[in-house]
């Protein structure tokens, strides 16, 4: 069982993300985007891009975000031996790193099954967030992230939730364990990438963490 790593290669589409607040017409051009997005990372599940995108123009209508040129997208449906991190240009509608990334030890094995919002539940959070400050901690260069979602992901901060780079993310660690190693709840990942992917969305993107939960399918504000 392999990882497979890469940053991919660039190339501009025509469609930018269609204005909030006209529904009819944004429809099209949210199709769009997705078609052009998943058009250079094939890996992209289209339904998760689809809700990380709708959860981008209700945070960018509530003012919760300040950059609208890139965001993160993470699939947790998919297996930490496989790539399931997206970091997205909107701009151009590429992709600029398809990566591995580690969720919360106590959210299971190379599946993450269990996603928990309260401190010392060492598992990872669903939900939209907000990139903050980049800063220099206990795991190197890491990125402090503010959930955006009452009760799913708001007590980010409080937790330490924050995206740095880890040893545990690489081949040799899958190739012993059958998955990667686990965080306390961060979103970690190849130390080789971490302060590249942390430079070019921090202060203020969208990070999007997905998984089919009905539950919070159903309810989240930002999906609704």
Sequence with gaps: MH??????????????????????????ALQSQVNAVTGSAPRINPQALTMGLRALQKARAAGEIRREDVMILIDYSRASTEPR??????????????????????????????FSNAPNSLMTSLG????ADAYYGSNGYSLRLRGLEAGVNDRSMERAIVMHGADYVNP????????????HGCPAVRRAV?????????????????YPDRQWLRTSAFLR
Excluded: K
Aim: zero cysteines; a positive charge; glycine letters at 8%.
């Design 194 to 210: 971490a302060r590249q992917i942390i430079d070019t969305v921090r202060g203020g993107a969208l990070v999007f963490s997905w």
């Design 3 to 28: 990882l497979t790593y890469r940053s991919l290669p660039l190339f501009a589409a025509a469609v930018v993300l269609a204005p909030a607040g006209n529904h009819a017409s944004s429809l099209p």
């Design 128 to 131: 939209a967030f907000s990139t």
């Design 85 to 114: 991190l997206w970091v997205v240009d909107l701009r151009a509608n590429r992709v600029l790193f398809e990566e591995a990334v580690a969720h919360g030890r106590n959210s299971g094995d190379n599946y993450t099954v269990r």
């Design 172 to 183: 040799d660690v899958t190739r012993r364990l059958g998955r990667l190693g686990r965080s």
